[in-house]
């Protein structure tokens, strides 16, 4: 039987089918939530050596653009094929790379890890001086007996927090240490398939650019070829601005830390450096936590940190922030917040850290959309324009 298309209840009957059964599959998907989420874990993992090795090719990406563009002015270089001097500035950017891992590897991780089992074993011994430290001042200080008791009771809350956190810690750490023991396999394949991407990177963007100018017209594949650019420029930008950012914080703090003679100074000084990276809350986030670890240490090193934090902040978001990121975000404190939030709420630390790049691409997209129909209208595209109207 021949169906006619255009007939009205033949369309009907069709959009209901594929409503009803797009109903069915949801609800499907909703009950078995768990299971579907599982299912879908386990077909993600199948490509996270690819998804490492993206990772893994756009950062090194940068070393390899520096010395393509430092190399390149040797005269020895110039003489070469293209391939074989692409080669060696790839070769150059692994071994920068590996050497940076190493230095982690090699000397920094085993003092963090000594730092975390110190901290977790004194832990107690903390409490139990800070206890006697508020029974104390409530005793000498005359304190209504509603306020004593529930400081006491807070205390006490805080006291068995802390107590099981400790007793947790190093098995978190180890635990932690074990997953990424299990990763290093894709770990390892993701550095081999990030070699194979740099190593015939003109080949990819090539081919991505052609299914792009045969899957749509040239109008709409320009502007997608464009947005991807902005994308990069803004990523690279961003990403290369705060690292460089958080490195010379992370360094003048250990400078300053370590003058001082500041405990645990280098486990704080990774706090900071590392947290430094997120926008806005980074170094509260860091912050808070190292003054805790500090103060019961020392409640008077604990002020002096406060202090020091204080003052490199200033220094980071007044002189050395503005001179490396200079304009790259181009929008107001309030949509970094908002941009932090969201991306915070829908992909945990990643989207804390790269969720004001992406919602400055998102704005900036939106913006040029908006202005492109003020302008076919003869409206202004100033928004000062509209101030009163």
């Known amino acids: 039987m021949k169906i006619n298309w255009n007939q009205k209840y033949t369309t009907i009957a069709i959009y209901s089918y594929i409503v009803i059964i797009s109903s069915i599959v949801f609800y499907l998907i909703v009950s078995g939530l768990d299971k579907f989420t599982d299912a879908l874990q386990g077909y993600i993992s199948i490509l996270y050596p690819f998804i490492y090795g993206f990772i893994i090719a756009y950062l090194v990406n940068f070393l390899l653009v520096f010395f393509i563009k430092h190399l390149i002015k040797i005269p020895v270089m110039k003489k070469m094929k293209k391939s074989k001097f692409h080669k060696i500035a790839l070769l150059f950017a692994y071994i920068v790379s590996g050497f940076f891992v190493y230095l982690f590897i090699a000397f920094i991780l085993p003092q963090l890890v000594a730092s975390i089992k110190g901290l977790a074993n004194k832990l107690p011994d903390y409490i139990v001086s800070t206890n006697d430290y508020i029974k104390n001042l409530s005793n000498n200080v005359d304190l209504p007996k509603e306020v004593d008791s529930f400081i006491n009771e807070r ?34 394949l993701g550095i081999i398939i990030s070699i194979y991407m740099l190593a015939e990177k003109d080949q990819f963007i090539s081919l991505a ?20 650019r902005k994308a990069h420029k803004l990523f690279s930008g961003f990403l290369i601005g705060k690292i460089l950012d958080s490195l010379i914080v992370g360094l003048i703090a250990f400078i300053v830390l370590s003058i001082v003679n500041m405990p645990y100074t280098l486990l704080i000084t990774f706090i900071i450096t590392i947290t430094n990276i997120i926008p806005f809350f980074g170094p509260f986030i860091g912050a808070i936590p190292s003054g805790i670890i500090i103060f019961f240490e020392s409640p008077v090193m604990a002020l002096w940190f406060a202090l020091i ?14 001179k490396i990121l200079g304009d790259t975000l181009g929008i107001s404190s309030f949509w970094i917040l908002f941009a932090i939030l969201v991306g915070g709420k829908f992909f945990g630390i990643t989207g804390l850290i790269i969720g004001v790049p992406l919602f400055v691409l998102v704005y900036s ?9 003020l302008k076919a209208k003869g409206l202004p595209i100033d928004t000062k324009d509209y101030l009163g109207k």
């Not at 006490?156 to 932690?176: H, Q, R």
């Not at 045969?214 to 947005?227: C, G, R, Y």
């Not at 003052?311 to 922030?321: A, E, M, R, S, T």
């Open 155 to 188: 205390w006490d809350e805080l006291a068995v927090f802390i107590n099981n956190f400790a007793g947790e810690l190093i098995p978190k750490v180890f635990s932690i240490l074990r997953s990424t023991a299990l990763s290093v396999w894709n770990v390892i």
């Open 209 to 228: 650019k052609k299914i792009n100018f045969a899957l749509f017209n040239k109008k709409i594949a320009d502007k997608i070829i464009q947005i991807i």
């Open 309 to 322: 934090i204080l003052l490199l902040q200033q220094l980071d978001g007044n002189y050395i922030g503005p």
């Open 365 to 373: 997209i939106v913006k040029e959309i908006i202005e492109a129909k």
